[in-house]
T-cell receptor, first 114, second 110 residues
Framework: EAGVAQSPRYKIIEKRQSVAFWCNPI?????LYWYQQILGQGPKLLIQ????????DSQLPKDRFSAERLKGVDSTLKIQPAKLEDSAVYLC????????????FGPGTRLLVL | QQQVKQSPQSLIVQKGGISIINCAYE??????FPWYQQFPGKGPALLIA?????SEKKEGRFTISFNKSAKQFSLHIMDSQPGDSATYFC?????????FGTGTKLQVIP
């Protein structure tokens, strides 16, 4: 089975610019997660979708971050405007309804904000 | 309290030795405790997981020990190999959400 796909793999932008990341989860996985992983730290959940509805976005900085999963399959995460502290790896993960604790991660998008 | 505390931050073990990573939690509502392994440039990958009604789970060289009363769990890697060099994250699931520890960078030296 194909894994979680993410693009781009790397992105360099200047502060105050906008950026978007894309994620395609494993086929049939209803739950999709976006995490932010700062160097040397564990992944921090930004937003969790079940199908196309938001389950948890309590740690999403909503003044600059937005995410959508319109058709309940792939998802985009946007940052506008970016700040220096947004430099991190953005990980997408998915899980099935039957095994919610088992998340499958994509390779991540490494963002550098200059 | 959703926090999961992990130690040590880094670990150096000789080939063939035992690597031990510890985690502690506060929230008794957590019901599933996975460990993830992450290599540089890759996303985390599920390594092994345990439920709180079991005190130990073993898969190959990897063992989770779980102490429900102390609210602690640990990962033991037996016969550690250089290929095990990676960052390991413990995690805990509760309220449909998974909380990760801060990670342990393991280096296995020949």
């Amino acid at each position: 089975e194909a894994g979680v796909a993410q693009s781009p793999r790397y992105k360099i932008i200047e502060k105050r610019q906008s950026v978007a990341f894309w994620c395609n989860p494993i086929s049939g996985h209803a739950t999709l997660y976006w995490y932010q992983q700062i160097l040397g730290q564990g992944p921090k959940l930004l937003i969790q979708f079940q199908n196309n509805g938001v389950v948890d976005d309590s740690q999403l900085p909503k003044d600059r971050f937005s995410a959508e999963r319109l058709k309940g399959v792939d998802s985009t995460l946007k940052i506008q405007p970016a700040k220096l502290e947004d430099s991190a790896v953005y990980l997408c993960a998915s899980s099935s309804i039957s095994s919610p604790g088992t998340q499958y991660f994509g390779p991540g998008t490494r963002l550098l904000v200059l | 309290q959703q926090q999961v505390k992990q130690s040590p931050q880094s670990l150096i073990v000789q080939k063939g030795g035992i690597s031990i990573i510890n985690c502690a939690y506060e929230n008794t509502a957590f019901d599933y405790f996975p460990w993830y392994q992450q290599f540089p440039g890759k996303g985390p990958a599920l390594l092994i997981a345990i439920r709180p009604d079991v005190s130990e789970k073993k898969e190959g060289r990897f063992t989770i020990s779980f102490n429900k009363s102390a609210k602690q769990f640990s990962l033991h890697i037996m016969d550690s190999q250089p290929g095990d060099s990676a960052t390991y994250f413990c995690a805990a699931r509760g309220y449909q959400k998974v909380t990760f520890g801060t990670g342990t960078k393991l280096q296995v030296i020949p």
